[in-house]
Nanobody, 117 residues
């Protein structure tokens, strides 16, 4: 079984930066791609960014180049560096992992990010 544990959320002022971390444990060797999704109050969960084991990245267009996803395979950890944060970035951010063919999906419990002055 795989567990994903997020950390790094919190309250930040508009224009500020924050880095989220997600550590995978358990049978983490089965994880091929990892990523981040977010869900704001009253809205559907949406993709933020993903990264494969080989380092290929994919970002949602709406992120506007403000976010950077990275991965440390040795630590089984994925990061999301967020900059120029806006109030509309306020959401619960979820870590996601899947195997190569997508038949197994894993989710973290989420970490709250609040952008407010």
């Amino acid at each position: 079984q795989v567990q994903l544990v997020e950390s790094g959320g919190g309250l930040v002022q508009p224009g500020g930066s924050l880095r989220l971390s997600c550590a995978a444990s358990g049978s983490s060797v089965t994880i091929y791609a990892m990523g981040w999704y977010r869900q704001a109050p009253g809205k559907q969960r949406e993709l933020v960014a993903t990264i494969t084991g080989g380092g290929s990245t994919n970002y949602a267009d709406s992120m506007g180049g403000r976010f950077t996803i990275s991965r440390d395979n040795a630590k089984n950890t994925v990061y999301l560096q967020m900059s120029s944060l806006k109030p509309e970035d306020t959401a619960v951010y979820y870590c996601h992992g899947r195997n190569l063919i997508g038949t197994r999906q894993y989710w973290g419990q989420g970490t709250q990010v609040t952008v407010s002055s």
